[in-house]
């Protein structure tokens, strides 16, 4: 059985209701992250919000960075953070979050980038922007490892001494005075 190309009852079809709802939990879920509690639970809502990032990446035909973004975002860099806050804070956050007492600056930022996000959105010409994306995945590989080479292992190793610094930083508190 095949869809029809449009939803009958909402007159849009299968593609625009898949980005809306990945929008919409991306937005919800980057929500949730700067306003609960309870750290593990923005961590997790923070996962959510990689993997519907994720999926409007493959919507938008870019699955090579879709699939970068499950390995290095979701699959390295959340678990690192998790990890992290398991090993060295208490799993509850401040009584007195930072940004309650910054709300105000925040919104007049927030209100900024809105209104230069919608002058860009405006002023780009989003069939030509469409044509120069589509960069086979062969492609894309060869120039990284042999154009950009350096930038991909100072990458490498800003992970690895982040992941050597939690480390040290958890021995640290674990073993008391050192």
């Known amino acids: 059985m095949t869809l029809p190309g449009t939803i009958p009852f909402l007159g849009f079809g299968w593609d625009d209701l898949l980005f809306m709802t990945f929008a919409a939990v991306m937005l919800g879920s980057a929500l949730l992250v700067v306003t609960m509690r309870d750290i593990i639970r923005c961590g997790l809502a923070m996962i959510v919000c990689f993997g519907a990032l994720a999926g409007l990446y493959v919507l938008a035909g870019a699955t090579v960075v879709a699939a ?6 979701i699959g390295a860099i ?6 992290a806050i398991m090993l060295t804070q208490t799993k509850a956050g401040p009584s ?9 600056p925040a919104a007049i930022a927030s209100a900024v980038l ?17 044509a120069r994306v589509a960069t086979p995945a062969r492609e894309l590989a060869v120039t990284l490892f042999t154009d950009y080479i350096l930038a991909f292992e100072v990458v490498s190793v800003l992970l690895l001494a982040a992941v050597i610094g939690g480390v040290f930083l958890a021995k640290r508190e674990r073993g008391g005075n050192h």
């Open 68 to 73: 970068a973004q499950v390995l290095v975002y």
């Open 96 to 104: 007195s979050l930072v940004f309650q007492t910054q709300a105000f």
């Open 114 to 130: 809105a209104v230069l996000f919608a002058i860009t959105i405006a002023a780009t010409d989003w069939s030509e922007a469409a």
């Open 78 to 83: 959340s678990v690192l953070i998790l990890f």
